[in-house]
T-cell receptor, first 111, second 111 residues
Framework: QKEVEQDPGPLSVPEGAIVSLNCTYS??????FMWYRQYSRKGPELLMY????GNKEDGRFTAQVDKSSKYISLFIRDSQPSDSATYLC???????????FGTGTSLTVIP | DGGITQSPKYLFRKEGQNVTLSCEQN?????MYWYRQDPGQGLRLIYY???????QKGDIAEGYSVSREKKESFPLTVTSAQKNPTAFYLC??????????FGPGTRLTVT
């Protein structure tokens, strides 16, 4: 069983839709949770960073962590064609340690 | 202008040759990482370093070597022992808050 599971998609939505991206994990010791956006042939860009459980909002993006269910989510409101990318979840146990990544979900927002 | 630089962006080598990929950061981060990304497989950790003059093997270290002589630099050598070296290589660094940032990547093609 992989440490982090993420549905690869692809996911296709119309412009303006609310997008929900999810990851599940197996190790309850994970404390730090991240979402990255990666455009084709580019390095991943850190979108959201959360410590432990709870919600975090940044503009159109909301990250949720449910440690009891070992489940994290990224919501994108009012999706735009420029949001079309691969979204990667990542998590780690502690500072400076190894990071564990999902395989990424490919998202296309159709104008 | 702070960030992580990787050079070159594209690299071509003949089979049997060693090649070194450069990674430099001016973010004053202690930890640095090398990942390999193949289509459909997400990010796989090659090596990481939490401090100068120290590094640890990741999940796929065979056929690769690294050094960490300076805090700013973490070069990766792809040796001739690496059976399938053609891939997109990503360098990253992280600070004490565990926020990990990526460079733009180097696409290596070995023929």
């Amino acid at each position: 069983q992989k440490e982090v599971e993420q549905d690869p998609g692809p996911l296709s939505v119309p412009e303006g839709a609310i997008v929900s991206l999810n990851c599940t994990y197996s190790n309850s010791a994970f404390q730090y949770f991240m979402w990255y956006r990666q455009y084709s042939r580019k390095g991943p860009e850190l979108l959201m960073y959360t410590y432990s459980s709870g919600n975090k909002e940044d503009g159109r993006f909301t990250a949720q962590v449910d440690k009891s269910s070992k489940y994290i989510s990224l919501f994108i409101r009012d999706s735009q064609p420029s949001d079309s990318a691969t979204y990667l979840c990542a998590m780690s146990f502690n500072t400076g340690n190894q990071f564990y990544f999902g395989t990424g979900t490919s998202l296309t927002v159709i104008p | 202008d702070g960030g992580i630089t990787q050079s070159p962006k594209y690299l071509f080598r003949k089979e049997g040759q060693n090649v070194t990929l450069s990674c430099e950061q001016n973010l004053n981060h202690d930890a640095m990482y090398w990942y390999r990304q193949d289509p459909g497989q997400g990010l796989r950790l090659i090596y990481y370093s939490q401090i100068v003059n120290d590094f640890q093997k990741g999940d796929i270290a065979e056929g690769y070597s690294v050094s960490r002589e300076k805090k700013e630099s973490f070069p990766l050598t792809v040796t001739s022992a690496q059976k399938n070296p053609t891939a997109f290589y990503l360098c990253a660094s992280a600070d004490a808050t565990t926020e990990q940032y990526f460079g733009p990547g180097t696409r290596l093609t070995v023929t």
